[in-house]
């Protein structure tokens, strides 16, 4: 197993994600304790010492379990990290509730690494408004020794993460973001790394291979990597890509089964990060499988000062490629669109067409919003 150094501490380069574990019959909430059980004495076993759980995984469920299991361990064999659920503002008022349930449920007395939950567009106003005294509770709980390290996970963009850092950066010590070669340019990941790097955090990597899609590709494409790594799994490239980021600390694996499990920690025996062809190889498949969903929108703005209802049309299509991208997995385009105003929905599109008038890339803009709305359900 790859460590890396983290404050004096030899943290694994690959850490266990709880929230993808081996369940009952299809149901989410039911977790298999006994495949959940073996999964954890292998990654015990082959060197792995982080594992990550949050409030809301497996429907409340994988703190408990976690707990439970990680119970047949020494204390001080593994970190724990759990996070505040800021992802559901009616949880905001209730911080040292939800601190204390999690403290419970988890069988531990102190965190060794506790998160603000997904900072993003939707509750970036809450988590910063002291009414609610987040931030204020959480830095308590690190100095009572409760909490031992304390950061945050973001799905938000550039600017909502600066928000949040310029307000608390300097109290931060590690940032958890959504990386992996396809996200490096299309989430502006590339640029995030950029933005934690700035301000001397460390990167926690998340969805490293995009909640699977990166693990299943087109075989067009997985042929392409075979041929030049046949020893390597398509899932693989994912990780070493990473492997490559020097701002990456601890890679989160949300695996499912052994099968994963095993390939994810042989990855992780040593470093094998992708050559300059390489990287330009993954980088290439990742452009080419977004030109096949996305809507070429360049952001230029042209559109906006000619819609009559205001909509932020770049903001908007955006989302929709996210949403394209994800397919039925996708939860970042609904959290985001929750920032958005009622009247300023996909769906108060009127169809004037105006906007299609100036648009350097003659996108039909309000096919796209329609079918963005009858995405979102609305």
Same mark, same amino acid.
């Given at each position: ?10 943290? #694994?380069?690959?850490? %266990?994600? @709880? ?9 989410? #909430? ?5 495949? =959940?059980? *073996? ?9 792995? @010492? ?11 469920? $994988? ?7 990680? +119970? *047949?361990?020494?204390?001080? #064999?593994?970190?724990?990290? $759990? ?19 999690? %403290? ?10 506790? &998160? ?14 002291? /009414? ?43 940032? +958890?973001?959504? &990386? ?15 933005? %934690? ?45 990473? +492997? ?24 992780? *025996? ?40 205001? %909509? ?8 929709? @490629?996210?949403?394209? =991208? ?9 959290? =985001?669109?929750? #920032? ?6 996909? *769906? ?12 350097? +890339? ?15 359900? /609305?």
């Amino acid at each position: 197993m790859i460590y890396n150094d983290f404050q004096g501490m030899k943290l #694994s380069a690959l850490g %266990l994600g @709880n929230m993808r574990l081996p369940v009952v019959d299809g149901d989410d #909430s039911r977790i298999d304790r006994e495949a =959940a059980r *073996e999964m954890i004495r292998f990654c015990m076993d082959s060197g792995i @010492n982080y594992y990550d759980t949050a409030y809301g995984y497996h429907g409340g469920s $994988s703190e408990l379990v976690v707990g439970e299991l990680l +119970q *047949e361990y020494d204390r001080g #064999s593994f970190y724990l990290a $759990s996070k505040f659920p800021g992802y559901d503002l009616s949880n905001m008022p209730r911080v040292k509730e939800i601190f204390e349930e999690q %403290l419970k449920k988890c069988r531990v007395d102190h965190f060794d690494f506790y &998160l603000f939950h997904n900072v993003c567009e939707m509750n970036i106003k809450q988590y910063l408004d002291p /009414r609610y005294g987040i931030y204020d509770y959480l830095m308590e709980q690190k100095k009572n020794g409760r909490i031992r390290h304390l950061g945050f996970s973001a799905h938000g963009d550039i600017q909502c993460m600066t928000t949040f850092l310029e307000a608390y950066g300097r109290d931060m010590e590690f940032g +958890q973001i959504e &990386l992996n070669y396809f996200d490096y340019q299309f989430q502006n990941a590339k640029e995030k790394v950029e933005l %934690l790097k700035k301000w001397d955090i460390p990167v926690w990597v998340m969805e490293p291979v995009r909640g699977g899609q990166l693990a299943s590709l087109p075989e067009e494409y997985a042929v392409k990597l075979k041929e030049a790594r046949p020893d390597e799994s398509v899932a693989a490239w994912a990780f070493r890509f990473l +492997q490559g980021i020097p701002e990456v600390t601890v890679t989160l694996s949300g695996m499912s089964d052994m099968e994963q499990t095993r390939d994810n920690i042989r990855t992780y *025996e040593e470093a094998k990060p992708l050559s300059p062809e390489e990287k330009a190889l993954v980088l290439g498949i990742a452009d080419e499988m977004i030109r096949r969903t996305s809507v070429p929108c360049t952001g230029c703005h042209y559109c906006t000062s000619h819609c009559p209802k205001g %909509l932020d049309i770049p903001f908007l299509l955006k989302l929709y @490629n996210e949403a394209q =991208a994800a397919g039925s997995g996708d939860f970042i385009a609904p959290m =985001a669109l929750a #920032s958005v105003d009622a009247d300023k929905q996909p *769906e108060c599109c009127i169809e004037c067409h105006s906007c299609e008038k100036v648009c350097p +890339q003659s996108l039909s803009i309000p096919k796209y919003l329609k079918e963005f709305a009858g995405k979102m359900g /609305r």
